[in-house]
């Protein structure tokens, strides 16, 4: 494929694949996270979202969570 009549999208597919190649599927997850900056405001919306939880809730949970598992067999 000549590069110079290729698409944004033909050009990030073909990268991609390169990386997947060069690197195995999980090597180039980790080097396409180095360039994901996020957003917002993890903290704020961490306190937000667990204000009214404590741990006893959390501890509750998860022992309901394995309690309504099914055994292993």
């Given amino acids: 494929m000549e590069m110079r009549n290729a698409s944004p999208i ?3 597919q073909l990268g991609i694949e390169a ?4 690197l195995g599927p999980v090597g180039m997850v980790r080097f396409l996270q180095q360039f ?15 204000k ?14 394995r309690h309504n598992q099914p055994a292993e067999e």
């Fill in 36 to 50: 994901e900056t996020g957003s917002g405001n993890y903290t704020r919306d961490r306190d937000e979202l667990l």
């Fill in 52 to 65: 009214d939880v404590n741990i006893e809730d959390i501890l509750g949970q998860i022992k309901q969570m």
């Fill in 19 to 22: 990386l997947a190649k060069a």
């Fill in 10 to 12: 033909q050009i990030r």
